[in-house]
């Protein structure tokens, strides 16, 4: 059974840093291409970040040059760091498997 938590979102202030977590249980993350996607209120969920098996990285022009995706396959986590973040940022942040499993997910709120 595949079950992704994620952890590490909070209050923080425009400008500031959070670097979220997701473990992965049931798959091993190094086969997959794991990813990171986002919803604010009233809005659709949209795609943050991915990073591919083989390391290749696609970013949604809103958080290139701002959020990091990466993973420690012996961990068997994937992480997104995010700098500089903006009010814009809030929303529920979900780890994903592919865009087919999904974490319960951690809200992230950008005070201005």
């Known amino acids: 059974q595949v079950q992704l938590v994620e952890s590490g979102g909070g209050l923080v202030q425009a400008g500031g840093s959070l670097r979220l977590s997701c473990t992965a249980s049931g798959i091993n993350i190094n086969y997959n291409t794991m990813g990171w996607s986002r919803q604010a209120p009233g809005k659709p969920r949209e795609m943050v970040a991915t990073?591919?098996?083989?390391?290749?990285?696609n970013y949604a022009d809103s958080v290139k040059g701002r959020f990091t995706i990466s993973r420690d396959n012996a961990k068997n986590t994937v992480y997104l760091q995010m700098n500089s973040l903006k009010p814009e940022d809030t929303a529920v942040y979900y780890c994903?498997?592919?865009?087919?499993?999904w974490g319960q997910g951690t809200q992230v709120t950008v005070s201005s």
């Open positions: 994903h498997r592919a865009f087919t499993y």
């Open positions: 990073v591919t098996s083989s390391g290749f990285t």
